[in-house]
T-cell receptor, first 115, second 114 residues
């Protein structure tokens, strides 16, 4: 079975500072990886995904992530944090399940952005 | 753009009651997924349907059942509710295609069992 580990349940950065949220995966097959964001009392919104091809993936709101097979990592970054980035971020891996797929999520990282 | 619709958004039930959660996928999406997110937890996969047939089952209690109808909407039926069933229940849908397709999540139904 595939799994995802997110290091750091809480990350705090200053507005304008670099955001780095860590995600490592475990998979016996080439992984399909996702980052979702969840704002308070809202659903999960896709930030970006990696399936195949270019290992540096750009998403919405200025976020990007790089797939590094040698490090089994898919860390999420943003050069300059904004107050509106404060939310819970989930890394997820997709695996084939029956005739569809299913997502296995990490435990999430809560990003706090301070002035 | 149309999104996944879930109803109701909030539901309060007593222990041992039943609840039905509904999910309307994005038009032309043929696959529906249900996830449960407990307080402070990550979402856990419950069950999925592809073309109205159950595709896979996760950690879903026997007290829960679900189905996908001919119009592709799905319902999650929960009986003999327990306090531990209090959670946010997400539905997601994905379009026809490969297994790598993105799952688009609805806003969730917050179930509180008293």
């Amino acid at each position: 079975a595939q799994s995802v580990t997110q290091l750091g349940s809480h990350v705090s950065v200053s507005e304008g500072a670099l955001v780095l949220l860590r995600c490592n995966y475990s998979s016996s097959v080439p992984p399909y990886l996702f980052w979702y964001v969840q704002y308070p009392n809202q659903g999960l919104q896709l930030l970006l995904k990696y399936t195949t091809g270019a290992t540096l993936v750009k998403g919405i709101n200025g976020f990007e992530a790089e797939f590094k097979k040698s490090e089994t990592s898919f860390h999420l970054t943003k050069p300059s944090a904004h107050m509106s980035d404060a939310a819970e971020y989930f890394c997820a891996v997709s695996e084939i399940a029956g005739t569809a797929s299913k997502l296995t999520f990490g435990t999430g990282t809560r990003l706090q952005v301070t002035l | 753009a149309a999104g996944v619709i879930q109803s109701p958004r909030h539901l309060i039930k007593e222990k041992r009651e039943t609840a039905t959660l509904k999910c309307y996928p994005i038009p032309r999406h043929d696959t529906v997924y249900w996830y449960q997110q407990g307080p402070g937890q990550d979402p856990q996969f419950l069950i999925s349907f592809y073309e109205k047939m159950q595709s896979d089952k996760g950690s879903i209690p026997d007290r829960f059942s679900a189905q996908q109808f001919s119009d592709y909407h799905s319902e999650l039926n929960m009986s003999s509710l327990e306090l531990g069933d209090s959670a946010l229940y997400f539905c997601a849908s994905s379009p026809p295609g490969s297994f790598t397709d993105t799952q688009y999540f609805g806003p969730g139904t917050r179930l509180t069992v008293l």
